[in-house]
């Protein structure tokens, strides 16, 4: 990086070189070629070609949300429980049982087994429409979810209130 301010800030870059040096930057770390577009905006040159590169610029993997987590969670194991899917999603506890309680209520999961103990609740739970990676997302008022795996005219699912609190 230091070579690219050297010159920059001595004789200016032509795009040829800008493209040479970007070339040279290993294409799997991203972190690298943003540092590199950010040299090229913060002394103004060719803000054309930085914008060029830019586009080739990969992005690194958004970070998943708690939801996301769970729901992947739920899709690999075959039968879970709450306190499972929380521990392997990485979230509270009562994060996992709303979520599991809102797909109950909107016919995704379903309860198999309810035990329990003197230390707790173990009721066991199994996922009944597995409609692809996104997780289905849960409307502020907790009327509907959103699932983007299906087809557009299909996506808002309504939560039966029933289901949900007897999940």
Known sequence: MNLV???IVTRG????????LYEQIDPRNALAQQRFLG???????????????RALVSRPP???????RIWTSMRIEVSFTAQSIAA?????????????????????ARKTRQTSFEVG???TFR???????????LRSDGS????LNRPEGEREIPIRKAEAANG
């Not at 090229?40 to 060029?52: F, Q, S, V």
């Not at 996922?127 to 997302?137: E, F, I, M, Y």
């Open 5 to 7: 301010r050297a010159h």
């Open 13 to 20: 870059l032509s795009r040829e070189l800008i493209v040479k």
């Open 39 to 53: 040299v090229l905006r913060e002394h103004g040159a060719m803000r054309e070609a930085a914008k060029k590169a």
């Open 62 to 68: 958004a970070v998943q949300t708690g939801r996301q």
């Open 88 to 108: 392997s999603a990485q979230v509270e506890l009562v994060t996992a049982r709303q979520y599991i309680n809102a797909l109950i209520g909107a016919g995704y």
């Open 121 to 123: 609740d173990y009721t």
């Open 127 to 137: 996922l009944v429409k597995n409609t692809g990676p996104h997780a289905p997302r």
């Open 144 to 147: 509907a979810i959103l699932d």
